[in-house]
C-alpha cells in the first residue's frame, strides 16, 4: 500500500535562507506524488505535482521537488525564503496510482523568521 | 472562478447534537471529495463521489455520517449524533474528473468542528 512520511513536523528558518521539507514515500511501483500548502485559513493549495515526465519538478512560488527512486524521496525545496512560505506542507500520495483518493502525509509546519 | 467553498466555516456543537456541513465545488467539476483531519493526524479520505452517484466511500468512519450530493452540484455532509470523536476539520474538494490535467484535486478552506 502507498504511503507518505514527512520527515520533520516543524521546520524553522530565517528569511532569505534555503528551505528543505523532506518527504519519503512506500510504492510498489513509481507513484504520482504531489505537495500541497495550507496557509492559516486558506484551502489546500497545489505547490507541484510529479507524474514521472521529469525528476526535477517545478512547481508555483520558487518551490521545486526532486524524485529519487534509489532513495524513494521527494524532498520540497526553495533557494531562499520568503515571510510568506510560512504554513504547512503536505507531502501526497494517490491510492493506487490513481487521483481519486489521496494519501497524505502528517504535515510539515514551516516557521520564517526575519 | 470561484473556488471550492465550504460552510460553515467554523461550528461548535455539544455531544448528542446533529451538524450539516456544506460544500459547493467548482462550478463544471463532477467529481467530489471529502476528507477530514482530527487533532494531531493525518488529513484522511472519507468519501468520493462522481455527479450524484458514491464512488467510494470506503473512509467513512461510521453509520452516524451521511453524505450527500443531490442533483450532482453542492454536497452535505452530516454527523448525527455527534461525538467528542469527530471534532477535527472537514475538507471538501473537487475535480473536473479523468484524464491528463482533470484530475487534480481542488480544496476549500474546511469546516473546523468542535464537539463538547
Known amino acids: 500500500a502507498q504511503s507518505v512520511t514527512q520527515l520533520d513536523s516543524h521546520v524553522s528558518v530565517s528569511e532569505g535562507t534555503p528551505v528543505l521539507l523532506r518527504c519519503n514515500y512506500s510504492?510498489?511501483?513509481?507513484?504520482?506524488l504531489f505537495w500541497y500548502v495550507q496557509h492559516p485559513n486558506k484551502g489546500l493549495q497545489l505547490l507541484l505535482k510529479?507524474?514521472?515526465?521529469?525528476?526535477l519538478v517545478k512547481g508555483i512560488n520558487g518551490f521545486e521537488a526532486e524524485f529519487k527512486k534509489s532513495e524513494t524521496s521527494f524532498h520540497l525545496t526553495k533557494p531562499s525564503a520568503h515571510m510568506s512560505d510560512a504554513a504547512e506542507y503536505f507531502c501526497?500520495?494517490?491510492?493506487?496510482?490513481?487521483?481519486?483518493?489521496?494519501?497524505f502525509g502528517a504535515g510539515t509546519r514551516l516557521a520564517v523568521h526575519p | 472562478e470561484a473556488g471550492v467553498t465550504q460552510f460553515p466555516s467554523h461550528s461548535v456543537i455539544e455531544k448528542g447534537q446533529t451538524v450539516t456541513l456544506r460544500c459547493d465545488p467548482i462550478?463544471?467539476?463532477?467529481?467530489l471529495y471529502w476528507y477530514r483531519r482530527v487533532m494531531g493526524k493525518e488529513i484522511k479520505f472519507l468519501l468520493h463521489?462522481?455527479?450524484?452517484?458514491?464512488?467510494?466511500e470506503s473512509g467513512m468512519p461510521n453509520n452516524r455520517f451521511l453524505a450527500e450530493r443531490t442533483g450532482g452540484t453542492y454536497s452535505t455532509l452530516k454527523v448525527q449524533p455527534a461525538e467528542l470523536e469527530d471534532s477535527g476539520v472537514y475538507f471538501c474538494?473537487?475535480?473536473?474528473?479523468?484524464?491528463?490535467?482533470?484530475?487534480?484535486?481542488?480544496f476549500g478552506a474546511g469546516t473546523r468542528l468542535s464537539v463538547l
Open positions: 462550478s463544471g467539476h463532477d467529481n
Open positions: 501526497v500520495v494517490p491510492f493506487s496510482g490513481g487521483y481519486n483518493k489521496l494519501i
Open positions: 510529479y507524474t514521472s515526465a521529469a525528476t
Open positions: 474538494a473537487s475535480s473536473q474528473g479523468q484524464g491528463w490535467g482533470k484530475n487534480i484535486q481542488y
Open positions: 463521489f462522481v455527479k450524484e452517484s458514491k464512488q467510494d
Open positions: 510504492s510498489s511501483y513509481s507513484p504520482s
